[in-house]
């Protein structure tokens, strides 16, 4: 059920309404621009659809059934002509829905199908089904037999139910956001002379805007104010907030640190740098190992049970009797409807399975693409690495007699690293305080000449104007002249992201591609070789490299956590988001993980190869159990009859083989 919700602002704001339904349980769907709440009532509608076919499958199949027990239930006797004929018009006549409305997607399959020269495993359910029907009203028509209209239409429901459990899986998450689900829904901006707050949508080229702490720039703009920082991690991937200075071109997705920012806007929202690289994400081609699966199969399979059944047809002549029925037995025994379930449900329950776990799948072809990759290749930032990073003093420094001071003049800075060493403590002579932009901090300090800042800044004011560089280095502190310490942001492991190394290392490839600079190469030789990290790339510079990687070694999972990834997560045959909340938004992932489940990366792999063994006992027990059939139904032992009991019976074992394994490897498994 939807609630639509107006809003009166002059008594409250969206922002209370949408606090007070999610206290109540019912988180709201805030509608940007449109299309993604169109795409949220098209899924409704797709789900929907899928229950009404069920509700008439079912139906017709409980209706079909009583119909049959009448029938027995006669005994030698039989029916009377009237109703006989009654009971074989409604038996029809509740049919047909069924194979028009409820079995509709397989026929709209197949028809694309061959239309397009190509086969699929939908073009053999389609003949089966086609074949069960038609011959049951041939059988109840011609008077030759009662047909087996109950076991067409529960197979029919045994197919819809497969689909329906693959459609809810692929809604269980939302992957298809856009980028301004990333934006807030509107923004400050000052025109003539007054602040008002507008949609991101209705802001033009010239007006100036005002990003306070915190918030997100929404669109390509150049700073006003004399300087900013910036929060790029989500974008760029540098794990460092950015300085610009006025005048300088800041990108849309930069958050604000510090201080309010004044913006002149230079684009449109859907024009910006953000949208561009979230557009180039989008084009995520299909799961070829899902497809090819289906396809390879489906074509195999279908021209071998037409070439069975017309060889079987053209034995048994000129007995045509006996040659039609064995041409029909093998066409309806030889419907791979158990196959068509066997992947969407085992693939299914796995991620239902791995949902628990926090591990949120996209589609079931992807875990065929994680079973055994051959290169995986880590972004740095947000991925290997906690999105908060510590800032260290040395004890020496902090216990350093002039330290205070240092920590008196940082306070009057709006530099996130200033501003971490700040003290509450107020100096009782401060004075003569400059910022100099990109750079640093000077000021004078209860007498004392103070500076934090670059290796530049630094220089300018020591007394030697030698002091010695320090690649791990953030800024530097000096008083009068003398260093007195060296300030370091230094970044922190996740959380057995170590053991994570090492257990893929076992069997696969690794790569460590990030858009950070090389300041914490130190601390990653510990987990990769030189020759296997790669620093400063681009989106773009990250999909060459990917591409690099790829050559002569087949399967490439990318494992990221920002926009920065998009693109080469798009190119990969697989990709995992690492997310600290649900609020991260990563288009063209495949999986969203929990951060705290990445420790159970290695886990991941193994289920994802697991699940290919679960489906391929199904393939072998489901070709045995045809080829069973097949060798009675062309003896001329196995009846139509027969067939149309034993398909529906297949497709049960199948689903329980599927679900059970499923299950069953879950529970294996050790999670951390």
Partial sequence: KTVRVEIDRE?????????????????????????????????????RGFYMRIGIAGFAAGNVMMISIARYLAGFGGLTPTLETLFSVLSIGLSIPVLVYSASPWYRSAIGALRHKRMNLDVPVALGISVLFVRSVVDIVSGTGEGFLDSFAGLVVFLLVGRLFQQKAFDAVSFDRTYRSFFPLSVRVERKGQAEIVPI??????????????????????????????????????????????????????????SAARLTATKNVSQSYLASLWERAGGRRARRAYLDLSDRFGARFTYGAIAIALAGFVFWLPDLPMAVNVLTAVLI???????????????????????????????????????????????????????????????????????????????????PISRSIASDVVASDLEHVTEVPGKGIVGTVDGYHVVIGS?????????????????????????DGEVIGILRVEPRLRKGIADVITALRRSVSLRLVTGDTDRDRPLFERLFRRDEMVFNQGPNDKVDALNSARSGKGRVVMIGDGLNDAAAMSAADASIAITDGTSTLVPACDVVMSAKEVENLPKLFWYAKTMTKVIRANLIFT???????????????????????????????????????????ARRMVWG
């Fill in 11 to 47: 008594r409250t704001s969206a922002s209370a309404v949408a606090k007070l339904l999610s206290s109540l349980g019912y988180e709201p769907l805030i509608n940007t621009e449109g299309n993604e709440l169109g795409l949220d009532v098209q899924r409704r509608s797709v789900i």
């Fill in 623 to 665: 070709v045995f159990y045809n080829v069973l059939g097949l060798t009675f139904a062309l003896s001329g032992i196995l009846t139509p009859v027969l067939t149309a009991i034993l398909m529906p019976v297949s497709s049960l074992i199948v689903i329980g083989l599927s679900v059970g394994g499923a299950h069953w490897y």
């Fill in 201 to 258: 949508d209705q802001v033009k080229i010239g007006d100036v805007m005002l990003i306070r702490n915190g918030e997100v720039v929404p669109c390509d703009s150049v700073l006003i104010s004399p300087v900013s920082y910036f929060d790029y991690a989500f974008v760029t991937g540098e794990s460092l907030p950015v300085e610009n200075t006025e005048g300088q071109i800041v990108h849309a997705g930069g958050k604000v640190v510090g």
């Fill in 333 to 415: 025994i030889a419907c791979p409807c158990a196959l068509t379930i066997a992947a969407p449900v085992t693939l299914g329950t796995a991620m239902a399975r791995l949902g628990m776990r926090g591990i949120y799948v996209k589609e079931p072809g992807t875990l065929l693409e994680l079973t055994d990759p051959d290169v995986v290749i880590f972004d740095k930032t947000g991925t290997l690495t906690e999105p908060e990073h510590r800032l260290t003093v040395d004890p020496r420094t902090s216990a350093h007699p002039l330290w205070p001071k240092v920590q008196a003049l940082a306070s009057q800075s709006t530099h």
């Fill in 455 to 479: 290796i530049d800044l630094v220089r300018e004011h020591a007394h030697n104007g030698d002091v010695a560089s320090d690649s791990t280095a953030a800024a530097y502190a000096l008083v």
